[in-house]
């Protein structure tokens, strides 16, 4: 990836040092000790479970349905919710966790018997025409890299299979959660990715927070649930992983 | 105990019956009540409309007039505020900040006194009516005076205290805003006397004689019969009436 | 459209806020809706007063070291490929976005909701060079369908507006033919926008908070539209407030939990979406250019001085969502896009007093901004130093007011002045006097006088009663002689 540019930045903050009545600091600050921490304070010591049952409790308030199920039921509970969706044209990521859980297997060969076909978001193919099939699909599906207990959370961080449009697009989106990807609150994951950066490793282009269906409440306040993006949302918690 | 009454210039010269309920109910609670001559108003009015330099004199007067006082009673929460904010006027003079702070930390409102210094909180007062109570802004926001009227008038004896609507809005007073602005005063003023009516409420009960000159009189104007009353009045009140 | 809104004088825009009934019974539903919202949520999270003194500490260290963090963003912005634009004023960085919108030969720019777009009028310098300029959120929508209408607040713009109003509007501009219940309503601005977004050239984002330790940049969403303005189009420009910015993703955390709280009552809203620079290598959608400008437009004049605690505003709106005073003249009266109490701070401080004098006195310092705000930024104290400037230093009051301050300042810093004022009120007060009232009084009093009655001052005043008793019964008090 080449290197961006920078425009005009000196004279600016030049001028910005010169209010705050001082010479320009270039480097040497550091973050203070803050003298408060309530954020670490949500959630401490919940056990997986408490962690677990803290997030459907949320799901609910976000309009969001949850189901539950184990590794090898995985791929049927899938199906069972694309059927209820009445998914015709499924989009997935190309996440190697779809082969590793056997969904993609099995969806191929359970659903076309319902005339529904699946895509994967394809790295090889044009950007138009993986941006057109997402906006074709009904159903998108994608994993949690990592979930918010607190909030009803899933994390996702971009990559190459792992296209923006998945979640985005499709009117149904499901997002499969890993059990062992729960934490507390987005306190946990702004750290884990502080500490990335801090290892000189580099955060994804896109990290996105989704907390269930797309809304507004811009016509006189009142909540319309599904707006720009999805507009109705399913988690699959996968409990032994 | 003895304490210093600042009585406040409105109940100096337009509410005197509260201030003299003021040093009756303090001296029925044992307090030797003195009311140093010299003292005026505490300078909010100037204070507020940005005539700093003319509250500032105001201030030192004050001050001096305060000097020699334990205690600084006030019957209002927005001058008793006002008193304890001197000192930010003194920022460039050590000397006057000094004497300023101390004038703060001595002051108080009166339920705040009659609660905390006094540790009162049945002042024996019966007074048969069905009433509601205006929190006034600066005696909440500013002072932090929450609970303590409550905790007075809960103990007054035939008293029936039904809660206020939108307690928490302002009633439109704000010093010199109710005539620089008072067609936007006269809606919120008319806002507070609806939940006013709301309460079923024969007597409003207030602490602090700005907002009771607003309301009342707002109720006056529209010939509504609810009575407007000072807290000092209904904790002084000792018989059936 | 730029910061200011509308042409009429303040009195007449106070006016018509006042006159207009539903805007005001919509924003009366609609603070009580938000206030409880975010009560609840603040209560449900705990340790509230914690979390507003961390935000606090995060705002003040941040603004302090603001040079350096802009550096850090511009330096992690550049190294992931992106473009870093500085600019000073408005018209700098308009200029910037046309350049790259011609370069781009763009003809269709779509937008989510950026408050410093709207300060700046970057819409009608594109519109005015041909280049098509749509709003995505929904609320920005409306009111760019119904010919420009101005935002009455900064978080639900069209709140002035009901649903009826909506549909009509739809269907007079954009042949709408369904009912006035939202659902339908957004259904159909879904299916319009969708082809917007998917035909659009590039895609102009604000920036809720840029993170300085990985140049990324933060959108906090419920619609959906930040994501598909940043993930469709080839190109993305965000435009940021030079203030808008937090040391690493720790307190990027910390101060979304603030904002979604304190902005809606949600513990985050459906979307928070973190961007770095330019999609990825190997990654499909996404920007293929992603350029960031960093506004100041006269922010940097607030470093340094008293005011600077205004640039700690996250722009939740909990302020204007407590004000009463908005809720009575909505949001258009404050003439600006920033409305309320943190607009009547902001404004004069942006656009000087000449336009905005009235602004720091649309407040009865009920300080209930105040208590609100969750980086506790004092707004009602700014309030006050905004007029202690009004008389200091631009010498704007009237010469009655003047004269009759200098005239409270003698009569209150001097007890013998005081005491024969107050001796002979009564007497002055007396012919407009009526059963111990007035009704219509002279100066001043004649605004108080229009709706409420003023109270006759007493004719034995406190005082005279004290020293009365003390004579008569003398068993208390040691007060001076009066």
Known sequence: MGKGTIHNRDAFLHRIADRLGRNRRTDGVKRPEWSQRPQWNVFKDYTSEQLLDQFKKQCEAIHTDVEETTGELLPKMVSDVILRYRGKKIMTWNDPRFESFGILSYLNKNLSQHGAEVQRWDEQRSREENIRLAEKADVGITFSDITLAESGTVVLLSDKGKGRSVSLLPENYIAIIPKSTLVPRMTQAAQEIHRRIENGDSVASCVNFISGPSNSADIEMSLVVGVHGPVRVTYIIVTDR | ?241 | MGIRIGDKAFDRRVEKGLQDSFMRGAVTGAQDRLRTGRLNAAKELGDWEKWRTLGKEIRQHTLENLDFYLQQLSEKVANRGGYVFFAETAAEANQYIRQVVQEKQAKKVIKSKSMVTEEIGMNEMLEDDGCQVIESDLGEYILQVDDQDPPSHIVAPALHKNKSQIRDVFREKKGYQKSERPEEITRFAREQLRREFLSADIGVTGCNFAVAESGSISLVTNEGNARLVSSLPKTQIAVMGMERIVPTWEELDVMVSLLCRSAVGQKLTSYVTGLTGPKGEGEVDGPDEFHLVIVDNGRSNILGTEFEEALHCIRCAACINVCPVYSHIGGHAYGSIYPGPIGAVLTPLLDGYENNKELPYASSLCAACTEACPVKIPLHELLIKHRQKIVEEEKRTEALERIAMKGFEAAASNPSLYKVGSKVAPLAMSPFTKEGYVTEGPGPLKAWTRSRDFPAPEKERFRDWYRKRKKGGGEHGQGHDS
């Open chain 2, 1 to 241: 105990m003895k304490v210093s009454l600042f009585v406040t210039c409105l109940a100096d010269l337009f509410y005197p019956e509260v201030g003299k309920d003021t040093v009756e109910l303090l001296e029925g609670l044992g307090c030797e009540v003195d009311f140093p001559a010299a003292q005026t108003c505490c300078g909010q009015p100037a204070f507020n409309s940005g005539y700093h330099k003319e509250s500032k004199e105001v201030a030192k007067h004050m001050v001096e007039t305060f000097e020699g006082a334990d205690y600084v009673v006030v019957p209002s929460g927005s001058c008793a505020t006002m008193l304890k904010e001197y000192a930010k006027l003194f920022v460039d003079d050590p000397a006057w900040q000094e004497r300023a702070r101390a004038l703060g930390e001595k002051t108080y409102e009166l339920t705040q006194f009659i609660v905390h210094v006094l540790e009162k909180e049945d002042v024996g007062a019966v007074f048969h009516a069905r009433a509601t109570y205006h929190t006034s802004c600066h005696m909440t926001r500013l002072l932090g005076a929450r609970e303590e009227p409550l905790k007075l008038l809960n103990q007054v004896e035939g008293l029936q205290l039904t809660p206020l609507s939108h307690c928490y809005d302002c009633c439109g007073f704000g010093g010199t805003f109710s005539v620089k602005m008072d067609s936007i005063s006269r809606e919120m003023v008319d806002a507070k006397v609806n939940h006013i009516e709301e309460t079923d409420a024969e007597v409003l009960i207030g602490a602090d004689a700005g907002c009771l000159m607003n309301i009342g009189g707002r109720l006056k104007r529209q010939g509504k019969p609810v009575k407007v009353m000072h807290i000092a009045q209904v904790l002084n009140h000792k018989q059936e009436g």
